[in-house]
C-alpha cells in the first residue's frame, strides 16, 4: 500500500476543546511564503479542514495528554483520592487554570496528579493507547511522544517494563485509528528528568529499544539550575551510539541554556528554543541583526519545537501575538509547531495551528510550511520521512492550493 493510502485523515466535526488557545490579535508577517492562496481560491482556513490536514507533532508529553475522564477512572482503580475534583470537566478546566500561572515551575506541579494515576503496567498501556487514538483523530500522521520511565516506577513497575507497556499502547491505539480511517506513526522518545541522576541510565534504555519503536531522548524539567551539562555523560554516550536526542532548552531560561544544548552536549532539536530571540536584535529600520548563536540556529537548520500555548502559560512569551514564533518564522528559522501539554493547555495540533492563523494571518502554505519543517526534523528514517512529505503531506496540501 503506497504512503498516500494508508495515511488517510478525514474531516470529523468537532469544536475546539475548552482551553482552545485565544488569538489575542492579528498581524500577517512579511516575507515569503505567507501569502493565503488557499483563501483566495475558495478554500477556506476552517476548523474541520485543518483538522482533516495531515499533521506532524515533534514535541508532546505522554503525562500532559491524558483526557480528564481517564484520569479520573485510574484515580478510582489505584486508589489515588488527591484529585482536586472527580468530574471530569471540572477537572479539565482545573488543570488549564492551574497551568496557566505564568511559572515554569507551578506549571510543572500539576503532573503530580497524572504521573500518580500512570503506575500500572494497564494504566500506561490505556493512556498510550488513547494518546494515538486521540492525536490520529486530530489528523496527525506522525507523533513523538516523550514521557520519562523513572517517574513511573513507583509502584513496582522496571523500567524495561514501563517502555514495554507504552510501546505495546501506541502499538494498539495504532492499530484502533487505522480501524477508523486514521492512520499514524507514533515514535517514543526517553525523557530524562534534568533534576535527576539517571540520564545515562536513560540513554542506554533509548538505545536498547530504537528498533522496537524508540526513536530518540531527551531531557526535561526546570531549566534554571540544572544546565544541559549535569548530563553529558549520556549526550557523549548517545553521540557514540548514533542515537538521536533534543533537549528542553530556551524555554525558561536564556541563551546560555541553548548554546551548551547545542555545543556542548550536540542536541539534534531545541525543545521550545524561543529565547534564542534574545540573540536576535529589531532595528529601527525594520531590519533585524543575528547573533553569532542565533545565525548558527538558522544556518544549521536546527529545529526548533515551538510549543505557543504552553509557552504563554508559563510565561515564555507574554501572549500568542508576542510569541517569538512570528519573528522566527519571517526569519525562516526550522520552526515546528507543537502542542507540549494537551491536557494542561486543553489545545490539539488543530486548535494550535488555527489560533496561529488567526493571529498572525498564515495562510495554507504556512501550516505546509510548518509540517514539513517537522518531518524534515523527526527522528525516523530518510526514507520513511520522504515518503511521508511526497506521498501524504504535499499532495494533500495541494489539493487546497498550497
Not at 483523530?137 to 513523538?144: C, I, L, M, W
Request: one cysteine or more; charged letters at 25%.
Amino acid at each position: 500500500m503506497s504512503m498516500t493510502g494508508a495515511y488517510q485523515t478525514a474531516a470529523a466535526e468537532q469544536p475546539p476543546p475548552n482551553g482552545s488557545p485565544a488569538p489575542e490579535r492579528s498581524g500577517k508577517p512579511a516575507g515569503e511564503s505567507v501569502e493565503e492562496p488557499g483563501r483566495e481560491s475558495g478554500v477556506p482556513l476552517e476548523w474541520d479542514r485543518v483538522r482533516a490536514a495531515p499533521k506532524v507533532l515533534l514535541h508532546d508529553h505522554l503525562d500532559g495528554g491524558l483526557r480528564p475522564a481517564t484520569v479520573v477512572e485510574l484515580a478510582e482503580q489505584a486508589g489515588y483520592g488527591q484529585l482536586p475534583t472527580t468530574d471530569p470537566d471540572e477537572l479539565g478546566n482545573w488543570f488549564i487554570t492551574s497551568a496557566d500561572s505564568g511559572s515554569l515551575e507551578r506549571y510543572l506541579e500539576t503532573f503530580a496528579h497524572t504521573v500518580a494515576v500512570m503506575q500500572r503496567r494497564e494504566a500506561l498501556v490505556r493512556v498510550a493507547a488513547e494518546c494515538a487514538e486521540d492525536l490520529a483523530a486530530d489528523g496527525v500522521v506522525y507523533a513523538e511522544v516523550r514521557y520519562a520511565p523513572e517517574l513511573h516506577v513507583e509502584q513496582g513497575l522496571a523500567l524495561d517494563e514501563v517502555v514495554e507497556a507504552v510501546l505495546e499502547g501506541f502499538r494498539v491505539g495504532s492499530e484502533r485509528a487505522a480501524a477508523g480511517g486514521h492512520r499514524i506513526r507514533v515514535g517514543c522518545l526517553l525523557t530524562a528528568m534534568r533534576h535527576a541522576a539517571r540520564s545515562r541510565e536513560i540513554a542506554e534504555l533509548a538505545v536498547r529499544y530504537r528498533d522496537e519503536g524508540v526513536v530518540g531522548f531527551d531531557i526535561a524539567g526546570a531549566e534554571a539550575g540544572f544546565p544541559p551539562t549535569r548530563h553529558l555523560d549520556a549526550f557523549e554516550y548517545l553521540r557514540r551510539e548514533n542515537g538521536h536526542f533534543t533537549i528542553h532548552a530556551g524555554e525558561a531560561f536564556g541563551l546560555p541554556s541553548i548554546w551548551e544544548a547545542l555545543q556542548w552536549c550536540g542536541a539534534d532539536r531545541l525543545g521550545h528554543g524561543v529565547r534564542i530571540t534574545d540573540d536576535i536584535t529589531e532595528l529601527d529600520d525594520a531590519t533585524v541583526r543575528l547573533g553569532r548563536l542565533a545565525a548558527y540556529v538558522r544556518d544549521r537548520r536546527v529545529p526548533l519545537e515551538m510549543c505557543p500555548s504552553s509557552n504563554v502559560q508559563t510565561g515564555a512569551a507574554r501572549s500568542l501575538a508576542e510569541h517569538p514564533i512570528g519573528l522566527l518564522t519571517r526569519l525562516r528559522f526550522r520552526v515546528t509547531v507543537n502542542t507540549d501539554n494537551r491536557l494542561m493547555s486543553g489545545c490539539s495540533m488543530t486548535s494550535e495551528m488555527m489560533a496561529l492563523v488567526s493571529t498572525f494571518g498564515y495562510g495554507w502554505p504556512d501550516l505546509r510550511w510548518f509540517t514539513v519543517n517537522a518531518m524534515k526534523s523527526a527522528f525516523i528514517g530518510f526514507d520513511e520521512r520522504l515518503a511521508l512529505i511526497d506521498e501524504v503531506i504535499k499532495p494533500w496540501y495541494a489539493g487546497v492550493g498550497a
